[in-house]
């Protein structure tokens, strides 16, 4: 079974980058990456470029199955403005209508074409604290035609990224999940010409400034000092005096950092580190073998693995994609089948059902049938019992009240089967036209029914009959006109 891989990339004016990992027991595995240089004095605009955007994607999923991968896409940091509000309700409903026209002032276009994401924070500072039921908001908007135009070319390409989000924010949202409860930290974000940077505070992104820098020749001194300005402002706005512990550093500068890594310390009066997820993550983190791990000295791949880190760690980071709910998702994807397999599980239940019917029917007639059979039996050898409630039951109690009645009977008084049909047989006249159609011999006696042509003829029999010396007394008990015919149907009550 294959193993479902989340794909974080990187998308910068320099290079586009991705890197594919897969969640193992141990930790993260990098199954894949790829680094896509672009041309620098071009760079990505996907109005006038749109081609170096698509044949980079083309390189990118040509050995990625989609259909099992989720994405995870940064944008350049250019495009988005960050703000730090405190308004006078918790509701988050209320808040996301508010905010557009909190931020109207700050923004040159319009706000129905804006996109805006917040997190809220706890308030620390004694002036935040005076509002009792105010919510503090770092909020991010980002020109939602722009973010628009990067969506659809990512569909075209089938790719629908769980997160789209701009450089910076994934690895201040990892640095701030896995930073000390009451650590302070400084995170910078640095590109060829912009500088964003964060206050981390109390495991949260609290504040953001973002500023261009003067040239891309860095001067060390004038990029500390506007990092110095930036804490300052971070200080001023959260109207607290803050001790940060450390500043961490990344970008596509950061040959430059590290090569002043210790004037920038002096300067700003406090350790300055790199970002290196490769070394310094508290995942553990292993390579496909044909991976180099120093190819993640690169910021671009670096930060598509923060991208990826984000999902497999579950962490919850500003985004500008709505998310869907899993159960959601997987409906949408698999609709299709999902009908058709309940369409076919339909109509199997109703053939299940419909042969249970058909079959429930067919039985219930063979025991109609045979519950009507043991009753005519019955009835024929028992004429006398009026009343038949179960007719089995009553079968079995009349046939066991006989033979106790035949084990009871003197051996002298019993009398065979074949002496009384003999006595009739010489009773009975010859010359009497007579047709016996039944005969039953019970202890009390033998009941003789038959069709003459006289009703003479029956009373001659009676008469003839109790001559015999076998028979006690012979009664007439019905003696009839056969329907429709001109013989009379009789029958003859003999006491033994």
């Not at 869907?324 to 949408?332: L, P, W």
């Not at 009753?375 to 409630?389: G, Q």
């Not at 003829?457 to 003696?479: G, H, P, R, W």
Request: with cysteine; hydrophobic share 40%.
């Amino acid at each position: 079974m294959q193993t479902r891989k989340i794909v974080g990339i990187d998308i910068r004016k320099e290079q586009i980058a991705s890197v594919s990992v897969s969640k193992t027991r141990r930790g993260v595995r990098i199954e894949d990456v790829k680094l896509i240089p672009v041309d620098s004095e071009k760079g990505i605009d996907i109005i006038e470029h749109k081609d170096i955007f698509s044949n980079a994607l083309t390189q990118i999923i040509e050995h990625i199955d989609i259909r099992l991968s989720q994405f995870m896409v940064s944008l350049p940091s250019q495009g988005i403005i960050y703000r730090n509000l405190i308004l006078p309700f918790l509701d988050k409903k209320k808040i996301k209508q508010i905010l557009p026209f909190e931020l109207e002032s700050y923004i040159a276009r319009p706000v129905e074409n804006i996109k805006i994401q917040f997190q809220i924070f706890p308030m620390y500072s004694d002036s935040e604290k005076q509002h009792s039921n105010a919510t503090g908001i770092f909020a991010c908007s980002v020109d939602g035609d722009w973010l628009k135009k990067y969506e659809d070319i990512l569909n075209e390409y089938h790719i629908h990224p769980e997160m789209i989000t701009v450089a910076g924010l994934p690895h201040a949202s990892l640095l701030s999940h896995w930073m000390d409860k009451n650590e302070q930290m400084i995170f910078i974000q640095m590109d060829q010409l912009f500088c964003t940077v964060f206050g981390l505070i109390n495991k949260q992104i609290r504040i953001a400034r973002s500023f261009l820098m003067s040239s891309p020749q860095l001067d060390i001194n004038s990029l500390g000092m506007e990092i110095q300005r930036s804490i300052d402002w971070i200080e001023d706005q959260l109207d607290v005096d803050l001790h940060f512990d450390k500043v961490m550093v990344s970008g596509f500068n950061q040959d430059f950092i590290d090569k002043n890594q210790y004037f920038l310390t002096d300067m700003l009066g406090m350790p300055v580190q790199s970002v290196d997820w490769t070394n310094n993550c508290p995942v553990p983190i292993t390579f496909n073998e044909t991976i180099d791990p120093l190819l993640f000295q690169n910021e671009g791949l670096n930060h598509a693995l923060a991208l990826a880190l984000v999902e497999t760690e579950r962490i919850d980071m500003i985004h500008f994609v709505e998310r869907v709910f899993a159960s959601q998702k997987f409906f949408h994807q698999y609709k299709f089948h999902m009908i058709r397999s309940c369409v076919i599980l339909f109509f199997t239940l109703l053939s299940f059902a419909m042969y249970a019917m058909v079959d429930y029917y067919i039985l219930q007639n063979k025991v109609t049938h045979i519950d009507q059979t043991i009753k005519r039996v019955f009835k024929e050898t028992f004429p006398d019992v009026a009343r038949i409630v179960d007719p089995v039951q009553q079968m079995k109690l009349n046939i066991d009240a006989y033979k106790k009645t035949l084990l009871v009977q003197d051996h002298e008084k019993q009398i065979l089967c074949i002496d009384i049909l003999n006595a009739i047989s010489q009773q009975i006249a010859s010359g009497i036209d007579v047709q016996l159609t039944r005969l039953v011999i019970s202890p009390e006696g033998v009941v003789l029914t038959g069709d003459t042509s006289s009703f003479n003829y029956v009373d001659e029999m009676k008469n003839q009959l109790e001559k015999s010396k076998k028979f006690t007394k012979v009664t007439i008990d019905s003696a009839t006109i056969q329907q429709g015919g001109t013989r009379v149907v009789f029958k003859l009550q003999i006491k033994l």
